[in-house]
């Protein structure tokens, strides 16, 4: 008669981890919100191919202009109030207290909280990809009108600038933090910078790094 040795050293493994990371990294990978995904890009990409267009065919400047405002305006709404906190779970607004003072807020979503935990990869980097590229885009547009006297142009610009410009600096406020902790980044990030181009021992000193 067979005796089955008791003192084998087992581990209980779960034989669904395997898949449940597979399935938590695939459901990062997608695009869960395609409707708002897609209108992150499309008026602000539109309004910078109206403008491009219209540059190129010479046509009636009045309706380029109320088209790329209004493709401008419906941009900035729906960046501000929709794609943020559908996309990436940031979220910014003013409010005027009693008082009649006006308080600006910018939230993040909680690092803890389980919504948190199922943003997708593949929307965060649509999110800011869009969302920094264009307001850089309107600025190079805006040298260009200037350094070319297109005054009439001008303004245009500037509005992109402005509104896609507004919606860049309130999110990286959300992600960030204050601005005491942008400020601390940016000093942080210059100083890394600094020591890693000179390492000579006087701007060790400066930093408070000892050369030994």
């Known amino acids: 008669m067979l005796q089955q040795d008791s003192n084998d050293d087992t581990e209980d493994v779960s034989l669904f981890d395997a898949e449940e990371e597979t399935t938590n ?6 695009v869960r919100h395609p409707v708002a995904s897609f209108f992150h890009l499309f008026f602000r990409v539109s309004a910078i191919v109206v403008y491009l ?23 900035f709404w729906a960046v501000k109030n929709v794609t943020g906190r559908l996309m990436v779970g940031l979220r910014w607004w003013n409010h005027i207290d009693e008082d009649g003072k006006s308080h600006w ?9 389980p919504e948190s935990k199922t943003v997708s990869e593949a929307e965060s980097r649509i999110f800011w990809l869009g969302l920094i590229t264009c307001p850089v885009l309107w600025v190079i547009f805006a040298f260009s009108a200037l350094f070319s006297f297109r ?5 245009v610009v500037i509005m992109g600038v402005v509104l ?3 919606n860049l ?7 960030v933090g204050n601005r005491k902790n942008l400020t601390s980044m940016a000093t942080s990030y210059l100083g890394k910078q600094f020591l890693r181009q000179d390492g000579s021992p006087l701007s060790l ?3 408070g790094v000892s050369s030994t």
Do not use: H, P
């Open 25 to 30: 990294r695939s459901k990062k990978s997608k």
């Open 53 to 75: 267009l219209c540059e190129l065919f010479n046509t009636s400047f009045i309706a380029c202009m109320v088209t790329i405002i209004l493709l401008l305006s419906c941009d």
């Open 105 to 113: 807020v910018f939230e993040a979503r909680k690092a803890s909280s």
């Open 151 to 155: 005054i009439k142009w001008l303004a």
């Open 164 to 166: 896609q410009g507004a």
């Open 169 to 175: 600096y309130g999110y990286i406020r959300c992600k």
């Open 205 to 207: 000193r400066l930093f």
